[in-house]
């Protein structure tokens, strides 16, 4: 089905309706999405990895990986 960009204050309008229907069921679908998403502060202890390896954020969110070996870049990549 395709919908227009026209459409889509529409549609944002009937998944807010539809969400207030919902209850609580939408604040429990909030946490997951939210456990969903990616850590992008503090430190991660992960076994996997051969070396240190640091991932820094820049101001604008984007990562920059730091490893010593292409294994565990590519380990901290994923």
């Known amino acids: 089905m395709r919908f227009s960009t026209a459409s889509a204050p ?3 309008l009937l998944a ?3 969400a207030e229907a919902q209850g ?5 679908a909030t946490a997951l999405a939210k456990a969903a998403l ?3 502060d503090g430190t991660v202890m992960l076994s996997g990895t051969r ?5 820094i ?3 604008f969110v984007i990562p920059h990986i730091y490893a ?3 294994g565990d870049l590519f ?4």
Request: net charge negative; charged share 25%.
């Open 24 to 28: 609580p069921a939408i604040a429990d």
């Open 38 to 40: 990616a850590q992008i």
């Open 16 to 18: 807010a309706c539809a």
């Open 51 to 55: 070396e240190p390896v640091e991932v």
């Open 10 to 12: 529409l549609l944002t």
């Open 75 to 78: 380990f901290a990549a994923l």
């Open 57 to 59: 954020r820049d101001k």
């Open 68 to 70: 010593k070996n292409t």
